[in-house]
């Protein structure tokens, strides 16, 4: 059987600070990956001219706008080659057999659509060397909000290779007609729940989602979203995402039974934030309704062409009925 060929892409936006751990450990893989290419989202920190010079192996796209990592992951797609294609982002250290475990855990089983890596908190580990878990994958509830699989769990502890509900975006392999069929990722989402709607795609189509182990990164955690955007920018591409998701992969029934309590709950969070004057968050909230009545037929169109390609009815039965947004929310307001 033929071995299938793998592409690395790495999207970058002004994090020069991180190419240089993350390019050496990309290189130093037990399995090299076929091709490596970095799509810079017009950068203004001489990343491109910094990778060119110090790595001349990566094939750099320079995007002329910063089209986040959603159109910029499909972009970066299409310049591709390899069977199977890895996303990873730059703020990562990898282990040296990631990409191995990777190739080896998707290349066992066809019904396995995505491979997820294990991500562990950096700095726990270059403060003490101790591998805490960030994520091994997610777990998502009926209303579209994912949470981590296992944070803060001992590594040492997780199973070799386990069923989740979605990908994170930090390092994930998926096999190219798969990405493919879902036609990538939605382009409109910028970022934030962009991987939980590809995963749901993914997962429609009568795909597994699993986490590997032994590929595992050590991840600086929202090193580019936590410095570069503020809270309430992030609020809104959640929120906005989130509603889109449910809209497109939801059957009628689903979509009739929980929608409405997610707009009870949204509703619920905009009057608390009106209570606590914070109105940049309210206005987060009101704009992504907004921007999903003037998007309804486009969704619309996109959810025609996913339910008619579907092989699973649905997933509800997989997800938590318990809305992870009420179980987070004591932890939240004090934050407010």
Known sequence: MKKPTVSLIVLNYNGKQHLREYFDSVFKQTLLPDEVIMLDNASTDDSVAYVQKNFPKVRVIKNPTNDGTALGSNIAFMESNGDLVIFQSNDLLLDKNCVKYLVDTISQNARIGIVTSILLQYSRYKKDKKLIVDNAGGVMDVYGLGMQKYPEADYQSLQEVEEVSFSYGGSFIIRREIFLSVRGYDGKYFTLNDDIDLSWRVKL???????????????????????????????????????????????????????????????????????????????????????????????????????????????????SKKSYKLMLFNSFKNTI
Request: aromatic share 20%; hydrophobic share 45%.
């Open 205 to 319: 189509l009568g795909y597994n989602i699993v986490f590997c182990k032994n590929s595992f990164v050590f991840h600086k955690v929202s090193a580019t979203l936590g410095t570069l955007f503020n809270r309430s920018i992030k609020r809104y591409w959640s929120e906005r995402n989130a509603m889109r998701t449910l809209l497109k992969n939801h059957i009628l029934r689903d979509l009739f039974c929980y929608f409405p309590i997610y707009i009870f709950l949204l509703f619920g969070e905009m009057g608390f934030f009106l209570l606590k004057c914070r109105f940049d968050l309210f206005w987060s909230d009101m704009k992504a309704l907004l921007w999903n009545i003037f998007y309804l037929p486009d969704t619309m169109s996109l959810r025609k062409y996913i339910q008619e390609n579907k092989k699973i009815n649905t997933l509800s039965s997989q997800l």
